[in-house]
């Protein structure tokens, strides 16, 4: 299994989907699914039901993970790069 390279912090665009082209920050990765979920990106809505009577269902919107391989590094300079050009820590 290949290492994860995208870390919780980073900036990244999207490169296919429904939201091509957009950037955002990951807020959270999943190595081991080898995904990634990216602020405003992938925006789903589910619908919840009324816990108790009398009150009223609602509807919330959150951000589903991506394919790791769905997403490109951004540096901080705003320039696309491979995952062979991020910087060794």
Request: proline residues 4%.
């Given at each position: ?23 955002g920050k990951v807020m959270q990765s999943f190595p081991k699914l080898n995904r ?54």
């Amino acid at each position: 299994m290949a290492k994860l390279l995208i870390k919780k912090g980073d900036t990244v665009a999207v490169t296919a989907g429904k939201d091509k082209g957009k950037t955002g920050k990951v807020m959270q990765s999943f190595p081991k699914l080898n995904r990634v979920v990216v602020e405003g990106i992938n925006v789903c809505k589910r619908h919840l039901r009324a816990r108790r009577s009398g009150e009223k269902g609602q509807t919330v919107e959150f951000s589903m993970p991506l394919h790791a391989s769905n997403v490109m590094l951004i540096d901080p300079s705003g320039k696309k790069m491979r995952h062979d050009d991020r910087p060794k820590a």
